[in-house]
């Protein structure tokens, strides 16, 4: 049996957040009516904009006569028939497309162009907050998401606060922020029990969902929420104890409150029954009763017609999935010293093999010591390493996905360039194998591929001929390897009388490849050792070479020497 207990900590995290003084500061700017604040009025929106020494504060307000609906517009549809491209840097291989609240985007189209100006104009060096109560709190949110796109060059992150907002976007949208815990971090929505609009969205049939911190609070106490899941639930759970018009919490009142009750130690409700509880279990129950301003009295409960037991019960295995979600996600720096041991292993296994006057490649086809079968753990280990690490930075927004990939690009060539050969040579030890490069070649080794020559690209990188010492590179291409391989099939179906003149040209372009790959240094000298599959190759075509400089350089192994210090001239 288990000894592990789970927590829900999110009535401990509340007070660090009502303790900070931010909501009060915030709440202050949005109800203040301060003369010297700039107020800047669109169609159907205002904001002002509170600047401080080192703080910007921007609020959004809806004007009276605004109706919030409850549909949702694609991200498709706002780029083909609003040409609306502003929130497509969200968008990922996996998620293409997300969806928004009709009325809200539209309100924050019809003001598109002055929001750009404001976003251009802001402090970058300055903390930004941007903030804004009930509809407006929506708006703030779809500007905070138009800002995420800058953060990573060089800007500070901003902290968009909510005050009863409904929510924004389907469940698409709350996975593409969530792909990125910068970008999450960025949302905090404070939501009081007695305020009806934060849940008008989520009762409805359609697919909304949060992201970002809710602060859920009441008279008594608070809780914060990161679930979007279990945010959604309670939500809808609460829906039911509330009258079916809107309520107006005071949330001045309220963060005023939960400022002072913040350094009382005491947050649980006296009277709580408790006894039959698992401890996450009990510390939901505690959380729902600050949060819902529930008590013990079974009158008050019957009251608010909550089932704290039942919702208890449905939350804790909504967190209980988050948990286990949190745990296996993908994080390649927690386990970067793993791989760096592993291809420290490969290290050792290559110079281990050139002792023995074999490359590693011809080692690992031939496997006939232990050493090539104790290699295979950290084969199989960066394998899997580089796939998730691939599939991540794909499921990652663009800008961030390519700031992630940049970070991990120089790792990654390495692992390619000293692992995919391995695989090659299982690939053609299997009968009737070929034709590896289209047909055996794992997706990631191709991504890996791709991002070094985008990255050449961008930096201007040219493929000139440089001299240098190349007695320990690995070879650049990956799949010199798949090559070589497919010419030793041909040259056996030549020397079977089953070539052909197509088959003789492939050789031909095989040669000129390997020739000009020499030319640039970015060939290993292994391929040069006795009884490695190149030498193979070059014994059984020299007498068909077409390529007079490769036979010249393949004439003397003195050259292969000239060529490992770098000294070879290549005509």
């Given at each position: 049996?288990?000894?592990?207990?789970?927590?829900?900590?999110?009535?401990?995290?509340?007070?660090?957040?009502?303790?900070?003084?931010?909501?009060?500061?915030?709440w202050g700017v949005i109800s203040s009516r301060d003369e010297d604040v700039v107020h800047h009025v669109g169609k159907g929106l205002v904001?002002?904009?509170?600047?401080?020494?080192?703080?910007?504060?921007?609020?959004?307000?809806?004007?009276?006569?605004?109706?919030?609906?409850?549909?949702?517009?694609?991200?498709?549809?706002?780029?083909?028939?609003?040409?609306?491209?502003?929130?497509?840097?969200?968008?990922?291989?996996?998620?293409?497309?997300?969806?928004?609240?009709?009325?809200?985007?539209?309100?924050?189209?019809?003001?598109?162009?002055?929001?750009?100006?404001?976003?251009?104009?802001?402090?970058?060096?300055?903390?930004?907050?941007?903030?804004?109560?009930?509809?407006?709190?929506?708006?703030?949110?779809?500007?905070?998401?138009?800002?995420?796109?800058?953060?990573?060059?060089?800007?500070?992150?901003?902290?968009?606060?909510?005050?009863?907002?409904?929510?924004?976007?389907?469940?698409?949208?709350?996975?593409?922020?969530?792909?990125?815990?910068?970008?999450?971090?960025?949302?905090?929505?404070?939501?009081?029990?007695?305020?009806?609009?934060?849940?008008?969205?989520?009762?409805?049939?359609?697919?909304?969902?949060?992201?970002?911190?809710?602060?859920?609070?009441?008279?008594?106490?608070?809780?914060?929420?990161?679930?979007?899941?279990?945010?959604?639930?309670?939500?809808?759970?609460?829906?039911?104890?509330?009258?079916?018009?809107?309520?107006?919490?005071?949330?001045?009142?309220?963060?005023?409150?939960?400022?002072?009750?913040?350094?009382?130690?005491?947050?649980?409700?006296?009277?709580?029954?408790?006894?039959?509880?698992?401890?996450?279990?009990?510390?939901?129950?505690?959380?729902?009763?600050?949060?819902?301003?529930?008590?013990?009295?079974?009158?008050?409960?019957?009251?608010?017609?909550?089932?704290?037991?039942?919702?208890?019960?449905?939350?804790?295995?909504?967190?209980?999935?988050?948990?286990?979600?949190?745990?296996?996600?993908?994080?390649?720096?927690?386990?970067?010293?793993?791989?760096?041991?592993?291809?420290?292993?490969?290290?050792?296994?290559?110079?281990?093999?050139?002792?023995?006057?074999?490359?590693?490649?011809?080692?690992?086809?031939?496997?006939?010591?232990?050493?090539?079968?104790?290699?295979?753990?950290?084969?199989?280990?960066?394998?899997?390493?580089?796939?998730?690490?691939?599939?991540?930075?794909?499921?990652?927004?663009?800008?961030?996905?390519?700031?992630?990939?940049?970070?991990?690009?120089?790792?990654?060539?390495?692992?390619?360039?000293?692992?995919?050969?391995?695989?090659?040579?299982?690939?053609?030890?299997?009968?009737?194998?070929?034709?590896?490069?289209?047909?055996?070649?794992?997706?990631?080794?191709?991504?890996?591929?791709?991002?070094?020559e985008e990255d050449k690209k961008e930096k201007g990188d040219s493929n000139g001929k440089t001299r240098r010492n190349v007695e320990s590179?690995?070879?650049?291409?990956?799949?010199?390897?798949?090559?070589?391989?497919?010419?030793?099939?041909?040259?056996?179906?030549?020397?079977?009388?089953?070539?052909?003149?197509?088959?003789?040209?492939?050789?031909?372009?095989?040669?000129?490849?390997?020739?000009?790959?020499?030319?640039?240094?970015?060939?290993?000298?292994?391929?040069?050792?006795?009884?490695?599959?190149?030498?193979?190759?070059?014994?059984?075509?020299?007498?068909?070479?077409?390529?007079?400089?490769?036979?010249?350089?393949?004439?003397?192994?003195?050259?292969?020497?000239?060529?490992?210090?770098?000294?070879?001239?290549?005509?």
């Amino acid at each position: 049996m288990s000894l592990t207990q789970s927590f829900s900590s999110g009535i401990v995290q509340a007070p660090f957040v009502t303790s900070s003084r931010l909501l009060l500061k915030t709440w202050g700017v949005i109800s203040s009516r301060d003369e010297d604040v700039v107020h800047h009025v669109g169609k159907g929106l205002v904001w002002k904009v509170c600047e401080e020494s080192d703080l910007t504060v921007v609020v959004f307000d809806v004007k009276n006569d605004f109706d919030l609906q409850q549909n949702l517009v694609s991200s498709t549809y706002l780029k083909e028939n609003n040409n609306f491209h502003r929130f497509e840097f969200l968008c990922t291989k996996k998620i293409l497309e997300f969806s928004v609240n009709w009325s809200a985007v539209s309100l924050f189209i019809d003001n598109f162009e002055k929001l750009d100006q404001l976003k251009s104009k802001i402090n970058s060096s300055h903390r930004l907050i941007v903030t804004g109560h009930g509809v407006g709190g929506a708006i703030a949110s779809l500007f905070t998401v138009l800002l995420l796109e800058s953060i990573g060059t060089g800007k500070k992150r901003p902290l968009c606060i909510t005050f009863g907002s409904p929510l924004i976007g389907d469940k698409k949208l709350q996975e593409a922020i969530s792909r990125s815990s910068i970008w999450n971090s960025c949302f905090l929505h404070v939501v009081s029990y007695k305020d009806s609009l934060p849940k008008k969205l989520s009762s409805q049939p359609v697919d909304y969902m949060p992201f970002g911190t809710f602060l859920f609070c009441s008279d008594t106490g608070a809780t914060c929420f990161e679930n979007p899941e279990s945010v959604l639930e309670l939500l809808v759970s609460s829906i039911s104890g509330q009258s079916q018009g809107f309520e107006v919490a005071d949330y001045g009142k309220l963060v005023e409150n939960l400022y002072r009750k913040s350094i009382c130690k005491n947050l649980i409700p006296r009277g709580l029954n408790l006894t039959h509880s698992t401890s996450l279990n009990s510390s939901i129950r505690f959380q729902l009763s600050a949060a819902l301003g529930l008590s013990s009295d079974i009158q008050q409960l019957q009251h608010q017609n909550i089932d704290i037991n039942a919702l208890a019960t449905k939350l804790e295995a909504l967190e209980k999935k988050f948990m286990s979600q949190k745990k296996v996600k993908f994080d390649p720096s927690k386990k970067l010293n793993m791989m760096k041991i592993d291809m420290a292993n490969f290290e050792l296994y290559k110079k281990l093999c050139k002792s023995q006057g074999i490359g590693y490649y011809d080692c690992f086809k031939k496997d006939t010591s232990t050493d090539d079968q104790d290699v295979i753990p950290s084969q199989k280990r960066l394998r899997n390493y580089w796939s998730d690490m691939v599939e991540e930075a794909e499921m990652k927004p663009q800008t961030e996905a390519a700031a992630f990939r940049t970070r991990w690009l120089f790792a990654g060539t390495n692992y390619r360039r000293m692992v995919e050969p391995l695989y090659i040579a299982e690939y053609y030890a299997k009968d009737l194998r070929k034709d590896y490069e289209a047909k055996g070649r794992s997706r990631h080794y191709i991504v890996l591929e791709k991002w070094l020559e985008e990255d050449k690209k961008e930096k201007g990188d040219s493929n000139g001929k440089t001299r240098r010492n190349v007695e320990s590179i690995l070879t650049f291409d990956s799949c010199f390897w798949a090559k070589l391989e497919e010419a030793l099939l041909l040259c056996g179906q030549l020397e079977n009388s089953t070539g052909n003149e197509e088959g003789k040209g492939k050789l031909v372009e095989f040669e000129n490849y390997v020739y000009e790959s020499l030319k640039k240094y970015e060939v290993s000298p292994e391929i040069f050792l006795k009884g490695s599959s190149y030498m193979s190759w070059w014994n059984k075509y020299k007498e068909s070479a077409d390529n007079h400089r490769l036979a010249s350089f393949m004439s003397s192994p003195q050259h292969f020497d000239q060529y490992t210090e770098g000294a070879y001239f290549f005509p």
